[in-house]
């Protein structure tokens, strides 16, 4: 059956139908949603990651090198439609009755994700890390241990300052062993309002941290937790963060038309709460749109995650002008790197990458966050050799981000060239990958 006489996703239904799988299976094997599935087989949606290539030949028995010869739809018919404005999103309905349309389904999915098993996840990974943050979400505070001394306002804004730093400084274990603790403190201090804001941020960080360490079940509903805080609280801006944290739970679920209009909606509608400061509108409102520009390039649409991403610069160069500060430059520039790959086009994700200097980005975390970006891009590109350097640069710079799923994925994939890169192996070993 050659190449030019069927589709990938026609391939694609008749594997599946020769293993006599439903779709739900063969989503599920993937851990990607029916619909994302659905979308896939209808030729509607592509599939350009290599990494996804390879997972999608392992479960279908078939050759990587045939699935990448398979045509696949253009740019234009994967997303015929632009999103509306967000004005117009919210004149058919109050924004109650749209929070609630929203909220249903988004619930229901979070309940699946959390009481479902993770199919294909390693045991390791559905134990220890996140045993007290899922113990809080589940059972409240009951088994949460009593702190030695009385939360106190001034305790708890320390913890929040303590837990950003953790998180940037890619200290994942101590995180995640403190969050528990720390969110029930921020619930019993201060006014409702006040607590409210502090719970969000700290849920906030809790989703992030959940997405690092690759526990899928517990990421929907902490960033229900995040925003339902947000809203109670009222700022503005924790709120778009918690926004663009349901946004991220969507797109992991696979809903990724509903996860970039979310952040969409939330920039537009910051940017006209003139409540905040412009230059905080504008930095956040960069920070919602390269998120948003990043799940376009996951669906293929090449035009529009294009248009959001260069809103995105032109926000984050707005507010660096008003404050002199670059880190949202920076950040913009960083999910662009992800928005080249994403599309498949890895030489122009190395390009830009060589134009960032990984010493002037603040964090560890974010260090790593690019040394893996770039990694990705080399082993879209096949340069295996390059890909495996950028990996060991991650690993120096935040040693716990090389267990995130992608670098195990990558590893896998190097181990391929083990002859001709000493030392994978002991790196795919340390990325948690069983490699005997």
């Known amino acids: 059956m050659g190449a030019s006489s069927i589709t990938f996703g026609k391939f694609i239904a008749l594997r599946r139908t020769q293993l006599d799988w439903t779709q739900l299976r063969l989503a599920t094997e993937l851990d990607r949603s029916e619909d994302w599935m659905s979308q896939v087989e209808r030729d509607v949606q592509q599939v350009k990651d290599l990494t996804l290539l390879r997972r999608f030949a392992d479960v279908l028995g078939c050759e990587l090198d045939e699935l990448i010869a398979l045509p696949q739809p253009a740019a234009d018919r994967v997303r015929s439609r632009r999103r509306k404005p967000a004005s117009a999103t919210l004149t058919s309905t109050s924004a109650a009755e749209e929070d609630d349309v929203r ?83 921020a619930q019993a201090v201060g006014t409702p309002e006040g607590s409210s804001r502090n719970v969000a941020q700290l849920y906030n960080l809790a989703v992030r941290l959940c997405i690092k360490v690759g526990d899928n079940n517990l990421v929907a509903i902490t960033a229900d937790r995040a925003l339902t805080s947000a809203r109670a609280g009222g700022d503005p801006l924790v709120t778009a963060e918690a926004q663009r944290m349901v946004s991220s739970s969507w797109r992991r679920q696979g809903s990724l038309s509903r996860a970039t209009d979310i952040v969409v909606v939330a920039a537009e509608e910051l940017l006209a709460d003139t409540s905040v400061p412009q230059t905080a509108r504008l930095a956040t409102r960069g920070d919602l749109y390269a998120t948003a520009a990043y799940t376009a390039a996951k669906t293929g649409d090449r035009s529009y995650a294009h248009s959001l991403i260069h809103e995105a610069a032109d926000s984050a160069a707005a507010a660096g002008r008003a404050s002199g500060l670059v880190d949202g430059i920076q950040g913009v520039a960083l999910h662009e790197v992800s928005v080249h790959y994403e599309l498949g086009d890895a030489g122009r994700a190395i390009e830009l990458a060589a134009t960032i200097d990984p010493a002037t980005l603040p964090t560890a975390e974010r260090q790593a966050r690019f040394f893996t ?64």
């Open 103 to 185: 909220r249903r389904p988004f619930m229901a999915l979070a309940a699946a994700a959390l009481f479902s098993p993770a199919v294909g996840q390693q045991a390791a990974h559905s134990e220890a890390p996140l045993a007290g943050l899922e113990d809080l979400l589940l059972y409240g505070t009951s088994r949460i241990p009593a702190p030695r001394r009385e939360p106190t306002p001034e305790s708890v804004a320390a913890s929040l300052v303590t837990s950003r730093q953790e998180f940037k400084a890619a200290r994942y274990d101590a995180l995640a062993k403190a969050l528990p603790g720390r969110i029930a403190a």
């Open 373 to 436: 970006d770039v990694a990705r891009a080399f082993d879209q590109w096949g340069r295996p050799e390059q890909c495996f350097r950028a990996l060991l640069a991650a690993e120096q710079a935040a040693p716990q981000e090389i267990r995130r799923g992608v670098v195990r994925d990558l590893a896998t994939g190097l181990l391929r060239h083990d002859r001709k890169l000493p030392g994978v192996r002991e790196f795919a070993a340390r990325t948690g990958v069983q490699t005997v």
